[in-house]
């Protein structure tokens, strides 16, 4: 069983920084991707960010290409992701998770095996 912990959500207002943890942990897993997603309020649940385990790539939104960046610490098995110029339309409950099973499809949230409980971000206008 893999448990995935998030951190760092919070308000604030718009223009400022976040940075999101997410700690994995558990017995004999493999990462392949780690991903961020999102939930705006009253909407579906989106795609953010992923990172590559090995070799590190990432792959963005456009919506947060230039303001966000995910990097990864593998000895931690911990994501981060950097928050820059937050806009109120990055309002919500953050999400990462964990492709163990090399689905590599990053952008997909049916790739991934397990999920964190979430964080918020509220950012106000």
């Known amino acids: 069983q893999v448990q995935l912990v998030e951190s760092g959500g919070g308000l604030l207002q718009a223009g400022g920084s976040l940075r999101l943890s997410c700690v994995a942990s558990?017995?004999?897993?493999?990462?392949?991707?780690m991903g961020w997603f999102r939930q705006p309020p009253g909407k579906e649940r989106e795609f953010v960010a992923a990172i590559r385990w090995s070799g590190g790539n990432t792959v963005y939104t456009d919506s947060v290409k230039g303001r966000f960046t995910m990097s990864r610490d593998n000895a931690k098995n911990t994501v981060y992701l950097q928050m820059n110029s937050l806009k109120p339309e990055d309002t919500a409950v953050y999400y990462c998770?964990?492709?163990?099973?090399?689905?590599?499809?990053?952008?997909?949230?049916?790739?991934?095996?397990?999920w964190g409980q979430g964080t918020q971000v509220t950012v106000s206008s």
């Open positions: 998770a964990l492709d163990s099973h090399a689905f590599s499809v990053p952008a997909f949230s049916g790739a991934y095996d397990y």
């Open positions: 558990g017995r004999s897993f493999s990462i392949y991707y």
